[in-house]
Every structure is written in C-alpha cells, then in structure tokens.
C-alpha cells in the first residue's frame, strides 16, 4: 500500500471507495505528510511505545504511527472507514482498529491491555467539534499518558496555552494547564487538509504533569469559581463571583478571599494564576465549611 500523506493517493483510496466526507463528524484529512511528520516528532515517539490515535480516517497518520510505534490502537467512529483502515494499513501487525466513539471508549482499560497500564501517549488530527470534550475526557479519567499530541484550531491551541493578561487566557487555558504543560509545535494551513476547513489549525503537545502544579481540597470547586470567574469578564472578580449563583458566597466572605491574595477589590479574574485562583478557592471551601 502506497504511503497516503499526499493528494494524488487520498483521492484514489477515496474514490475507490465511494466514501463521502461526514461533516458530523469533523472529517477534514490530512494531505501532507511533512505535516505528519512534525506531529510525530512534537509526540516523541520511540519504537517501545504504545500509542493512541483518535480518529484514523483513512489511516494517514496511523501508517506513520505503526512504522515509529511497538503498538498503535486506532479508535474511529465512522464504520464507513473500516474497510479503508483495513486496506491501508493490512501491512502492519501492531496496528488495532476499533470501530467506537472516543468518548464511550475506556481508554484506561485500552493503556492496561495494550500497554500493562504504563503511560502511552495519544495522537490526533481532532475532530473540532469535541476537541474540548476529549482532551478533558482524557485528563479527567485519569489515563496513564505521557502526552497529548494534537492538530486542534489554531485559536484552541492559543487559548490552551494563554497565560494571565491575554486575551485569550481563559477556563480553558487554566483547565489544561493544571493538568499539563502546552507546546505549540507547528501552525498549519487550511491547505493540509481535504475538504479544507474554514480555519487555521495548529499543532499543540500537553506534556502531562508528573506532579500537579497546585494543590487544592476541592478541585471540582476551583474549576467552578475559575469557569464563574470568566463568565462575566467585563466585571471585577468580585462582582463576577458575586453574580454567579455556582458561588454561593456573600461579597463580604469573596471580598476577603480576594485581600487574603493581597490583590486589589477590583481586580480581574484574568489576571489571576492557576495558584491564586487554588488559593482563592480553598479560602471560600474553608470558610463555607466553617459557617
Ligand atoms: N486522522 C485522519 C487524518 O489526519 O487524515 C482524520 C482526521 S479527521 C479531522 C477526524 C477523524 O475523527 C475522522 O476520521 C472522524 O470520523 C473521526 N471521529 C470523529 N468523531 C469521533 C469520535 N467521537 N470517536 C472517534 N473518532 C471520531
């Protein structure tokens, strides 16, 4: 089987299919392989590792993947693109294909099977209507992972990795960074792919924390004071929070939250960092326990 990562092999395996491109299903594949190339490099892949990859399409990628990879384990949605996947990549032993949805996949369970349950690392040209659900599914469910190596929008990536005073800097940014540390490590134009998507892309690596950057008693309860605290970006922290009815505080108990940071009542919520937002939320958890 020819190697898929240019225009002319794409379209011929396509059409010798008579597959037609699902919107739903954010299909935009990828057509030039010095693309691929740089997402397998930013994912530093050795040949002991075992890797995950969302969304095969055609198995562009995935053909990268099994030269550089011990075991790569495919999970696709659509079982229109399984016969493909089983055409391109029928030369490769260490290549699984899964017909499922990312998102009702057990992945833990994948990393135990294929991988003794040591951390593999995860691979993919997203689909762009979940790329927000996956990576936190990914986070959250606590997979064994050395890194996330993903093409998403290139305003994704930039808010992904905005720090405090940006304009992009918002839940998002703090939702990933407490989990991991990001890398934008390629721009890439609409160009790359077929059907062109309407939007610039980009490729961005989240190498997992070995140690969590911040402690704090109630995670779940951070992540609700920092989603409440750029709810309303326009107003102060303090009114901000105030609003919120996931914040059952009164301005006194905020207002001293935020003096107990030595930060200014009318402060902004995107100027605060992931320790002062952590910091911020124990001081509300505890003084709720206490009343
Ligand atoms: N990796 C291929 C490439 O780079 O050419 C295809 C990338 S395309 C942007 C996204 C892929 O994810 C499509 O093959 C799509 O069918 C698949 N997909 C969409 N939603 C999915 C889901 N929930 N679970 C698994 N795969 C999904």
Not at 34 to 44: G, L, P, Y
Not at 170 to 184: D, H, K
Not at 249 to 270: D, F, H, N, Q
Request: net charge neutral; glycine share 6%.
């Amino acid at each position: 089987m020819a190697t898929l990562g240019n225009p002319k092999n794409t379209i011929e395996i396509i059409q010798k299919y008579q597959f037609t491109f699902q919107k739903k299903f954010g299909q935009n594949f990828l057509i030039d392989s010095h693309v691929v190339e740089k997402i397998i490099r930013a994912a530093q892949i050795t040949k002991e590792e075992c890797v995950l990859e969302i969304g095969p399409g055609i198995g562009t990628m995935t053909q990268y993947l099994a030269e550089n990879a011990r075991q790569v384990i495919a999970v696709e949605i659509d079982a229109k693109l399984i016969p493909i996947l089983q055409e391109t990549l029928a030369s490769y032993e260490n290549v699984v294909i899964m017909n499922q949805d990312i998102l009702k996949t057990d992945i833990c369970e994948l990393a135990e099977i294929y991988n003794d349950g040591k951390p593999i690392k995860v691979v993919a040209n997203l689909p762009y209507y979940i790329t927000t659900p996956i990576i936190m599914k990914l986070f959250e469910t606590n997979v064994p992972m050395d890194n996330i190596t993903v093409m998403v929008q290139k305003e994704v990536a930039d808010r992904m990795q905005a720090g405090p005073g940006n304009k992009e800097y918002g839940a998002l940014s703090l939702a990933v960074q407490y989990y991991a540390r990001p890398y934008i490590a390629a721009n890439v134009p609409p160009n790359c792919f077929i059907p062109r998507p309407n939007v610039g892309s980009a490729v961005i690596r989240l190498t997992r924390h070995r140690d969590m950057p911040v402690q704090t008693e109630n995670p779940q309860f951070m992540f609700q004071l920092i989603r409440a605290s750029f709810n309303q970006r326009r107003k102060t922290l303090q009114n901000g929070l105030n609003n919120s009815p996931d914040i059952p505080y009164s301005k006194e108990t905020i207002l001293a939250g935020i003096e107990s940071l030595g930060l200014p009542p009318t402060v902004r919520g995107e100027t605060l960092t992931l320790e002062q937002f952590a910091a911020l939320a124990d001081f509300l958890y505890k003084s709720g326990r206490e009343g």
